[in-house]
């Protein structure tokens, strides 16, 4: 079956603890990207990938990072959350790039304490 | 400064009648628009999308128009089912430029029994 997976689906953590949220896909995509849900904004780019170690900034990129060292897969990294970086996530894939359907991961709901 | 914009919050359509959910834009670079539907607890997921060169786009009940012009598009639905009750974002990217995608920040959209 086509997906997106992300992992974990919940998370609770504190200020400064690193973490890294998963993301991977099985329909060999190009393009990979991470968003960031909140009330009232939307959804926001974090960051994208068009390929394998080629990563680039979304609109809301600072205090995340992530890398893409295989085609699969695009984790997200917080390198020390803060209270502002609660929020819901979601992985999301396309073919080539944001202009192609992209698939969506079922999200991962992250709470900084 | 909200490149797309989609000035309803919520809207409630009675079942059979048309919904018709607005969406507009401010970069007259955007070349590429899509509309996504998204329920609680789950991912996006892709509905439909229009290129620049276009000004409808249809498939099966879901319509998007283009007006250019006014930097403005609407999803149609025709007739609204209950299954339709969601939350709906539209997305408007500049490929020839970078392969960011902005999204607004959706219409609630309530079918009425």
């Known amino acids: 079956e086509a997906q997106v997976t992300q992992n974990p689906r919940y998370l609770i953590t504190v200020t400064g603890k690193k973490l890294t949220v998963t993301c991977s896909q099985n329909?060999?995509?190009?393009?990979m990207s991470w968003y960031r849900q909140d009330p009232g904004l939307g959804l926001r780019q974090i960051y994208y990938s068009m390929n394998v170690e080629v990563t680039d900034k979304g609109d809301v990129p600072e205090g995340y990072k992530v890398s893409r060292k295989e085609k699969r897969n695009f984790p997200l990294i917080l390198e020390s959350p803060s209270p502002n970086q609660t929020s819901l996530y979601f992985c999301?894939?396309?073919?080539?790039?944001?202009?192609?359907?992209?698939?969506f991961g079922p999200g991962t709901r992250l709470t900084v304490t | 400064d909200q490149q797309v914009k989609q000035n309803s919050p919520s809207l409630s359509v009675q079942e059979g009648r048309i919904s018709i959910l607005n969406c507009d834009y401010t970069n007259s670079m955007f070349d590429y628009f899509l509309w996504y539907k998204k329920y609680p607890a789950e991912g996006p997921t892709f509905l439909i999308s229009i290129s620049s060169i276009k000004d409808k786009n249809e498939d099966g009940r879901f319509t998007v128009f283009l007006n250019k012009s006014a930097k403005h598009l609407s999803l149609h639905i025709v007739p609204s089912q209950p299954g339709d009750s969601a939350v709906y974002f539209c997305?408007?990217?500049?490929?020839?430029?970078?392969?960011?995608?902005?999204f607004g920040k959706g219409t609630r959209l309530h079918i009425l029994p």
């Open positions: 999301a894939s396309s073919l080539t790039g944001p202009s192609y359907e992209q698939y």
């Open positions: 997305a408007a990217s500049d490929v020839n430029r970078d392969d960011k995608i902005i």
């Open positions: 329909m060999n995509h190009e393009y």
